[in-house]
């Protein structure tokens, strides 16, 4: 559980950009439908295939069980892509941006770093569909030469203003 | 030499295969879970998203269930 100190407000939580996630959501449908095609197949070609070990009239129940357990498989994929999709944030607050990178189930880096460390903000948004639904790469460079990406981000100008208006009202403050 | 239909389709093999697919995705659906509660930081997706997971998968076991008994009867 992340865990916020005294006084910090979340002000901006980043994600990547929705498309890239239905990207592989139709992947995986693509996937779902594959074995349908199947039972589209000529009843001789089966006969002449599966013939000699004698499954013929049983051909549809055995895809159907086989594809009901091809759902299953695809079903934890799904999930796990929108659990990576989802829990792979940034978060910005009033003191830090906070960089939680999930990356499967088992593999979760959470690292941070605070507004006066920062050296260096850029966006890099390359390609026309990038450019029109605007996601993109955002890097923030630090004082400790550090660098911290974040691929896929949506609205990545706008993440980028968020940090440099922080890390504005920081150093004005102080 | 012609394979007889029992050696193929064995309802215990397939029961097998089911067994363990569904165990798999009963542990993945604990893990899933428990990431949602965990690191998903409260927010309305999360909430709801343990139910949606939970009923699409009961739905996706019992038709898997189903197909295994309509292939083995």
Redesign the interface.
């Known amino acids: 559980?992340?865990r916020l100190e005294a006084d910090e407000k979340v002000l901006y939580v980043a994600r990547k950009h929705w498309f890239l996630f239905a990207t592989e959501t139709f992947f995986l449908a693509v996937l779902a439908l594959l074995p349908s095609i199947l039972f589209f197949i000529p009843a001789p070609f089966f006969d002449e295939v599966f013939g000699?070990?004698?499954?013929r009239g049983?051909i549809i129940?055995?895809v159907?069980?086989f594809?009901?357990?091809w759902?299953?498989?695809l079903?934890?994929l799904f999930?796990?892509f929108?659990?990576n999709f989802?829990?792979d944030v940034w978060i910005v607050t009033n003191f830090r941006v906070i960089d939680?990178d999930?990356v499967g189930?088992f593999n979760?880096t959470i690292s941070a770093f605070r507004f006066d460390h920062i050296q260096d903000a850029s966006v890099k948004v390359s390609g026309l569909l990038a450019t029109i639904i605007d996601f993109g790469t955002v890097e923030i460079r630090t004082a400790s030469e550090e660098s911290f990406k974040f691929k896929g981000v949506a609205h990545p100008h706008q993440l980028k203003e968020k940090i440099l208006a922080e890390h504005h009202r920081v150093h004005t403050v102080a | 030499m012609?394979?007889?239909?029992p050696l193929?389709?064995n309802p215990l093999v397939?029961a097998g295969?089911?067994a363990v697919?569904?165990l798999?995705?009963g542990t993945?659906s604990v893990?899933?879970i428990y990431?949602?509660k965990?690191?998903?930081?409260e927010t309305p997706?999360?909430k709801r998203?343990p139910k949606i997971?939970l009923s699409?998968?009961a739905l996706?076991?019992t038709?898997?269930v189903v197909?295994?008994f309509?292939?083995i009867s």
């Open positions: 559980m992340l000699v070990v004698a499954i049983h129940s055995l159907t069980f594809w009901s357990l759902l299953m498989f079903w934890m999930a796990l929108w659990t989802y829990l939680i999930q189930l979760r | 012609q394979i007889t239909f193929v389709i397939f295969i089911l697919v569904i798999i995705l993945f893990v899933f990431h949602w965990e690191y998903g930081m997706y999360i998203a997971y699409v998968t996706l076991c038709f898997a197909s295994y309509i292939l």
